[in-house]
């Protein structure tokens, strides 16, 4: 097995773990800020989008420093960083007794935020041109499956050990991803620049990357307008008993349709372009938020949650591919962190943006809002036709 494919492997398993960690706490974290105190539920979904959000106010700060980090010192470095921090600080949030300590909590894991991204860049690093969309796309599907799985583990552990329980649960899990990276996952790290070459890593050598940098944002303000208080929508359809189980099911269905979607649209993209398989998977997610907002049971929402991640799977890894394509080598990490911070911004303003429309003008007003935002995104990326060829773009 070739260098690049090993890497892909190991680090899938090391995504999965992160993600099915991160992801254990998302359907009951409205539930978490009642148990902490708070019950109207304008003040539950206020609270859920700034809790949700603290972790990428820091996060959109720190991920370009620790990119320029990690093309001097080595990515790996980073990894083991961004696992062992946010494990010890996860596992803090159950202790808490009061939602502003939890807030402050995911305000602190933001610092050591980047994982994903991180791995991203590594191997997108060592991965050659022609295999980019398969390789980035593959290696998405092991975030995906900890997504997929995350959610499901995380309402039965909730229901079975309770909520503070699952945060220690999750700390254990973000380490024993690190624990992976370190004895299994190998760097050769060059200095390929000296300090007067990074003095001239200018915003003018990152600019054929801005495109992709504010598609990354507004596509995450689409995906996350709505993730932190549909656990609460599907509550107003659902009556059954089992809701923190059924909460998990609704946010983690779309990662069952990811695991199709990301690979398939990987493979696509390294064909036809990244551009067009962007544009094409904006437009069909925008439609499938119509049934999820005309949705008065749960067979109707799981339909649109599901419809909806065959195509979301295809984004990111897609922007992944651009930003590997048109970013100086020896610079690539802080690329990547660049685009991570874009993301992060992006799952900063979505989440607000969702609970403020919520909290005014109800939950069912955020579909038609995302679909706006989707709608918008993929109007930019048409009129945008050259990373089409990102590969033919030199940057001096």
């Not at 902490?36 to 700034?50: D, I, M, N, R, T």
């Not at 080595?74 to 494990?87: D, E, N, P, V, Y």
């Not at 050769?188 to 495109?211: C, D, G, I, V, Y």
């Not at 943006?353 to 679909?371: D, E, K």
Request: glycine fraction near 10%.
């Amino acid at each position: 097995m070739t260098n690049w494919k090993r890497t892909m492997w190991i680090l899938w398993v090391a995504n999965f773990s992160i993600t099915a960690g991160m992801s254990l706490v998302i359907p009951f974290l409205p539930f978490y800020i009642q148990s902490l105190g708070v019950h109207s539920l304008p003040a539950v979904e206020q609270w859920s989008g700034w809790i949700f959000s603290a972790q990428f106010v820091m996060s959109v700060v720190f991920q370009p420093i620790w990119g320029a980090f990690a093309d001097r010192h080595g990515r790996k470095i980073m990894l083991l960083r961004a696992g062992f921090g946010m494990g010890i600080v996860t596992g803090l949030m159950g202790l808490v007794n009061a939602p502003w300590q939890l807030l402050l909590l995911r305000l602190l894991n933001g610092v050591f935020s980047g994982f994903i991204s991180m791995s991203v860049s590594l191997q997108a690093s060592i991965t050659p041109d022609e295999h980019s969309g398969r390789a980035l796309g593959t290696l998405s599907t092991g975030a995906i499956a900890g997504n997929l799985i995350g959610p499901l583990l995380g309402g039965a552990l909730a229901e079975t050990f309770g909520y503070k329980g699952v945060f220690y649960l999750t700390g254990l899990l973000l380490c024993l991803a690190s624990v992976i990276v370190l004895f299994f996952v190998h760097e050769n790290h060059t200095r390929a620049t000296t300090k007067k070459k990074r003095e001239k890593t200018t915003l003018r050598e990152l600019r054929p990357l801005l495109p992709v940098f504010f598609a990354s944002t507004f596509i995450q303000v689409g995906m996350m307008s709505i993730e932190p208080i549909v656990s609460i929508f599907a509550k107003t359809i659902y009556t059954g008993s089992h809701i923190a189980l059924i909460a998990g099911l609704v946010v983690s269905i779309t990662g069952i349709a990811n695991l199709f979607g990301a690979p398939t649209l990987g493979r696509l993209g390294d064909r036809i372009g990244q551009r067009k398989i962007l544009i094409l998977a904006l437009l069909m997610a925008m439609l499938t938020y119509i049934p999820q907002a005309l949705a008065h049971n749960l067979t109707v929402l799981l339909i649109g949650r599901f419809l909806l991640g065959l195509f979301i799977g295809g984004m990111i890894p897609s922007l992944n591919v651009l930003v590997k394509k048109l970013a100086p080598a020896r610079i690539m990490a802080t690329a990547y962190g660049f685009n991570s911070s874009s993301l992060f911004l992006g799952n900063l303003i979505g989440p607000l943006l969702g609970s403020s429309v919520a909290a005014a003008f109800g939950i069912r007003w955020v579909f038609y809002v995302t679909m706006v935002v989707l709608f918008f995104n993929a109007i930019i990326l048409f009129f945008n036709k050259k990373l089409d060829s990102p590969q033919t773009v030199h940057i001096n």
